[in-house]
């Protein structure tokens, strides 16, 4: 089994900040793209950013700037830096990560369970 963990939502004012922490257990090989996702109520989910297995980043254009993502290969974690946090930035925040669980198999996309974050005062 694998298992995805995101924790550090919560509420925050507006103009704060906020750091999302994932950790991927379970049984693992190893592990190529990691990502940030979130949902904000009545829309779709959406791309925030996504890190590769050597650190090569991209992010939606609107979050360019404010948020940074990153990885701990050793610890099988994904981290996201909110800044300047926006009442629009509230969603729900998932992480993904494609995970290959032996070397005889393919990477298959798993996700976890969400964190909320709302922004605020």
């Known amino acids: 089994q694998v298992q995805l963990v995101e924790s550090g939502g919560g509420l925050v004012q507006p103009g704060g900040s906020l750091r999302l922490s994932c950790a991927a257990s379970?049984?693992?090989?190893?592990?190529?793209?990691m990502g940030w996702y979130r949902q904000a109520p009545g829309k779709q989910r959406e791309l925030v950013a996504r890190i590769a297995s050597r650190g090569t980043t991209n992010y939606s254009d609107s979050l360019k700037g404010r948020f940074t993502i990153s990885r701990d290969n050793a610890k099988n974690m994904v981290y996201l830096r909110m800044n300047s946090l926006e009442p629009e930035d509230t969603a729900v925040y998932y992480c993904?990560?494609?995970?290959?669980?032996?070397?005889?198999?393919?990477?298959?996309?798993?996700w976890g369970q969400g964190t909320q974050v709302t922004v605020s005062s």
């Open positions: 993904n990560a494609d995970i290959r669980k032996d070397s005889g198999s393919y990477y298959d996309t798993y």
């Open positions: 379970g049984s693992i090989f190893s592990i190529s793209a």
